[in-house]
């Protein structure tokens, strides 16, 4: 699949706001009113479906925890319900650059995954959102091992080469 196809969410329409066709929306950024700025080009699309459709922000405002949007060519209530469930996305190319230090779980997706000494552990797959902190899904073929993202076992994470080192506990990676 082309780059360009691979689209990044940034929001989830939750319903409409207002007799205009502005759109509540949950963020799905750190940055909602730096990514929502006025005129942004962006997606709206049905992942199940892959359905994709272009669309201009003309107005965003936060308000709570969620951001009112206004785009081109929504005028009514109606027009906005339509829209419910769908998400805001752009394209991976347009997304902000992560802050200093950080990454984004998709650009690490099938990094490999070692211990310090450089022993292979698997691939980096996925995000999974843990009770204390975010767990690491590291696929081992079949076997899917999960790393808690804390300094202490995360040594380096090194975005330009694809490659995560770990320093796990002893047992950790025979659950």
């Known amino acids: 699949m082309p780059m360009a196809d691979l689209l990044v969410a940034v929001g989830e329409v939750l319903r409409p706001y207002g007799l205009d066709g502005e759109l509540r929306v949950r963020p799905l950024t750190d940055r909602p009113l730096e990514r929502f700025r006025r ?12 359905q994709r459709r272009p ?3 003309e107005a965003a405002r936060v ?9 081109d060519g929504i005028d009514s209530p109606e027009a906005a319900g339509a829209l419910r469930g769908r998400l805001l996305a752009v394209d991976r190319e347009d997304v902000l650059p992560a802050p200093a230090g950080t990454f984004y779980p998709w650009q690490m997706q099938g990094a490999r995954v070692e211990t310090g000494d450089g022993r292979v ?3 980096f797959a996925r995000v999974q959102e ?4 975010d767990l ?27 490659r995560i ?3 796990p506990p ?4 025979e659950l």
């Open 39 to 50: 005129r942004a080009e962006c997606v709206l699309w049905e992942p199940g479906t892959d």
């Open 55 to 57: 669309c201009r922000i």
């Open 130 to 133: 843990g009770a204390a902190q």
């Open 63 to 71: 308000e709570g925890d969620t951001v009112l949007l206004k785009l």
């Open 170 to 173: 002893d047992g950790l990676l």
């Open 121 to 123: 552990v698997g691939v």
């Open 165 to 167: 080192v770990i320093d």
């Open 136 to 162: 690491w899904v590291v696929q081992d073929g079949d076997r899917e091992l999960l790393i808690p993202a804390v300094a202490e076992i995360v040594v380096d994470v090194n975005v330009a080469e694809r």
